[in-house]
């Protein structure tokens, strides 16, 4: 059997790496190594021409709103490459500010900013910040799974038709009000959660790798079953902090 392997496209750590996003690279690397499998990231960093082609897995991270226009403006010149990547199945991660460009608008002091258009959603500016931990429900895998972050963000996200990636049981979402958090389409999942989100839910790493592997070769691969007792005593110890914070 060939060698398999992945390439992952991270865009702008130089701009977008808010609460430790980096460290979800470091997941995805990690856990295809400690299987045998290959993985290289190509790292695209501000003015730097981007290309999809090849890559088999891109990540967006957060950042203020300074870095989030500048990375706006830079992948609006490279947005029919990045919908092509989406439409064709490609796993595309976006955290925070990295998850309000794919909207169809978002709000920077007051002015309406043009997203990229890539998902049928719109954020607009809150009074007061989400500052805090997060729990959320989703069925992105088939069964219900309890995923633990962090968010601290102004925007109110309103996804519309699409589907979210999960129901908020603790903290406040895409807008506080709905009750739910981020949004999945084809491989697209957009999230307001940081932390970084990865290490504390591996389960949600390897289905992104799976995603990944099942649009590159056609099929699943064997993903072992690593020794995460860290891992997920960690995400243990969050969801009972989170749950029962005053």
């Not at 900013?113 to 729990?135: A, C, H, M, P």
């Not at 995923?147 to 925007?155: M, R, Y």
Request: a negative charge.
């Amino acid at each position: 059997m060939e060698h398999r392997s992945l390439t992952i496209g991270h865009l702008f750590p130089d701009l977008l790496n808010l609460y430790g996003d980096r460290g979800n690279i470091l997941t995805l690397q990690n856990r295809l190594l400690w299987r045998g499998f290959g993985v290289e990231t190509v790292t695209f960093e501000k003015d730097t021409p981007l290309s999809f082609e090849g890559l088999d897995l891109v990540f967006l991270g957060g950042g203020s709103d300074r870095e989030q226009l500048l990375v706006c403006q830079q992948l609006h010149r490279y947005r029919e490459e990045l919908a092509k990547f989406v439409e064709s199945g490609g796993v595309l991660v976006a955290v925070c500010s990295g998850y309000q460009l794919l909207g169809r608008t978002f709000q920077s002091h007051g002015e309406i900013i043009e997203g990229l258009s890539l998902l049928d959603i719109y954020t607009e500016e809150g009074e007061n910040r989400f500052i805090g931990n997060v729990v959320i429900t989703t069925e992105i895998m088939g069964t219900p799974l309890q995923i633990v972050g962090f968010e601290n963000h102004s925007g109110r996200t309103y996804i519309g038709n699409h589907a979210p990636f999960g129901q908020v049981i603790s903290g406040s979402g895409n807008n506080g009000a709905d009750g739910t958090c981020g949004v999945v389409y084809k491989n697209v999942l957009g999230t307001y959660l940081h932390g970084p989100l990865l290490p504390k839910n591996p389960q949600l790493a390897d289905y992104l790798l799976q995603q990944a592997f099942m649009r590159k070769y056609g099929e699943p691969v064997g993903l072992i079953s690593l020794h995460d007792r860290a891992e997920q005593e960690a995400h243990a110890y969050a969801l009972n902090r989170f749950l029962h914070q005053s």
